[in-house]
T-cell receptor, first 113, second 109 residues
Framework: DAGVIQSPRHEVTEMGQEVTLRCKPI?????LFWYRQTMMRGLELLIY????????DSGMPEDRFSAKMPNASFSTLKIQPSEPRDSAVYFC???????????FGQGTRLTVV | LAKTTQPISMDSYEGQEVNITCSHN???????ITWYQQFPSQGPRFIIQ???TKVTNEVASLFIPADRKSSTLSLPRVSLSDTAVYYC??????????FGAGTTVTVRA
């Protein structure tokens, strides 16, 4: 397996635009996590899914953020409208079962200008 | 989830052993202790997990005393490439993988 795949690797957008980040988890993994990392706030858990169902979205900062997992092999994190303070590295991770190790993607570096 | 406390940073030199202690006084009976490593510009990577006593793999050792209120990650003979942030996580098998601030380990030549 190629591991967790995120796209794009880098995204630069203007304030107010919609941004969609994509993640393909490792095949067969039941859990998928979305994180945001900044120097100021560290690595924040935004939302996680189990078997494509959102389990905990308490980390989603506000209504501008939404995440979906339409099937076991694909998830999106959408920001609409984007703001400069959304600039960060966004990571996706997946794991096989609840106690197993998690595998992270390479991240998407988002810059909102 | 049990709260964890670990040093913000540690400095070491190549060839030395690095020990990072994580405090988790409120650890529950069904909680596991897991450590992740994160290099700059990369996502975290699983290092080791344990429940009690000692666990060792090719990368590190994890020491957990009988009361389980703390744990120590031991990195033997570090090299420059071990410079990274190390995170201690404590939770049950269904925990939601929340990361704290971690410990920044800097290895110098």
């Amino acid at each position: 397996d190629a591991g967790v795949i995120q796209s794009p690797r880098h995204e630069v957008t203007e304030m107010g635009q919609e941004v969609t980040l994509r993640c393909k988890p490792i095949s067969g993994h039941d859990y998928l996590f979305w994180y945001r990392q900044t120097m100021m706030r560290g690595l924040e858990l935004l939302i996680y899914f189990n078997n494509n169902v959102p389990i905990d979205d308490s980390g989603m900062p506000e209504d501008r953020f939404s995440a979906k997992m339409p099937n076991a092999s694909f998830s999106t994190l959408k920001i609409q409208p984007s703001e400069p303070r959304d600039s960060a590295v966004y990571f996706c991770a997946s794991r096989l079962w609840s106690g197993d190790e998690a595998f992270f993607g390479q991240g998407t570096r988002l810059t909102v200008v | 989830l049990a709260k964890t406390t670990q040093p913000i940073s540690m400095d070491s030199y190549e060839g030395q052993e690095v020990n990072i202690t994580c405090s988790h006084n409120n650890i529950a009976t069904n909680d596991y202790i897991t450590w992740y490593q994160q290099f700059p510009s990369q996502g975290p990577r699983f290092i080791i997990q344990g429940y009690k006593t000692k666990v060792t793999n090719e990368v590190a050792s994890l020491f957990i005393p009988a009361d389980r209120k703390s744990s120590t990650l031991s990195l033997p003979r570090v090299s420059l490439s071990d410079t990274a942030v190390y995170y201690c996580l404590v939770g049950p098998n269904d925990y939601k993988l929340s990361f704290g601030a971690g410990t920044t380990v800097t290895v110098r030549a």
